[in-house]
């Protein structure tokens, strides 16, 4: 086919229809996503009454400020909110160490027992303990009421442990091999070799556990019963359940802040942090999510 016939084909009235049609499908599906954070934002900033008056709003006719200046000034919400941050970051870190530590001797076909290993974890991915088993082995290692609950029963993601197996099998085995021969063993071939070329899958599963974590509210539930160790959204499952202000202790006997909005500035402030976590990844997750295809 000729460059103007192939111009021509693409150029067709069918052809011209089906990209609108996939436009305006791109952009309800947009809108249906967008528009109910941005109400959330708007009313966050919204007095009681214009939350009550007006079913659907994205701009709020008078701004209050005061409701995000309530909910930092009680010790509830700093607490959890500085737990999350800190289980977020030791967690991500230490699922991505296991999963990129057990990923790398998997990747190599001469390991003794390599076979057994991954039906293993082939196997888990279709079998599960249940949530009742899983809590029983939790209390038994005596992990409750412990931050390394919400870290440990989630430690290593099969599904993501077998793609970071299949990147580490695509990596040129000339590199190994040229720094085996200047003197590294396996853990500086890993570390100094492996893992700086692995930048684009560290950076996306990185994001993929550190947004698991920061919104797990089953493991808060099941393994945290002191109210002080609560997580951001076991906080939050608390202000959509029951009355807001008392959730956070009233702070100041004077003004007491539209419940409504309180609710939607905790929701605000509980999904924030991952937004605005996204655009510094962003180079290196299309790329990530791409790489390490499942194959053996």
Not at 60 to 67: A, D, G, L, N, Y
Not at 267 to 274: N, R
Request: neutral net charge.
């Amino acid at each position: 086919m000729s460059t103007n016939q192939s111009v021509k084909h693409y150029d067709s009235l069918g052809s011209r229809l089906f990209d609108a049609l996939n436009v305006l499908l791109l952009v309800a599906l947009g809108l249906i996503t967008i528009l109910p954070l941005l109400y959330v934002l708007a009313g966050s900033f919204a007095g009681e009454a214009e939350i009550a008056s007006r079913p659907f709003f994205l701009w709020p006719e008078k701004f209050v400020t005061e409701t995000y200046a309530y909910i930092f000034s009680t010790d509830t919400f700093v607490r959890s909110l500085i737990t999350t941050v800190l289980v977020t970051v030791v967690g991500t870190a230490v699922q991505v160490l296991l999963t990129f530590t057990m990923a790398y001797p998997l990747a190599k076909r001469y390991l003794p027992g390599r076979t057994l290993v991954l039906n293993l974890v082939i196997f888990t991915l279709v079998f599960g303990g249940g949530m009742i088993p899983t809590y029983l082995v939790v209390r038994d290692l005596g992990l409750l009421d412990s931050y390394w609950a919400l870290i440990l029963p989630l430690a290593i993601n099969p599904f993501y442990l077998i793609i970071v197996k299949s990147f580490f099998q695509e990596l040129p085995q000339a590199l190994e091999e040229a720094a085996r021969i200047d003197g590294c063993n396996e853990m500086g071939v890993f570390f100094k070799i492996v893992l700086p070329l692995s930048k684009p899958i560290i950076a996306t599963f990185s994001l993929f556990y550190a947004v698991g974590i920061w919104n797990d509210y089953m493991s808060p539930l099941l393994y945290i019963d002191d109210s002080r160790k609560w997580t951001l959204q076991m906080l939050v499952r608390q202000f959509t359940s029951s009355d807001a202000a008392n959730t956070l202790g009233q702070v100041d006997q004077t003004w007491v802040p539209p419940e409504q909005g309180l609710k939607f500035a905790v929701i605000v402030i509980a999904t924030l942090p991952i937004l605005l976590f996204y655009p510094f990844l962003q180079k290196h997750f299309a790329k990530g999510v791409l790489i390490g295809s499942v194959k053996e």
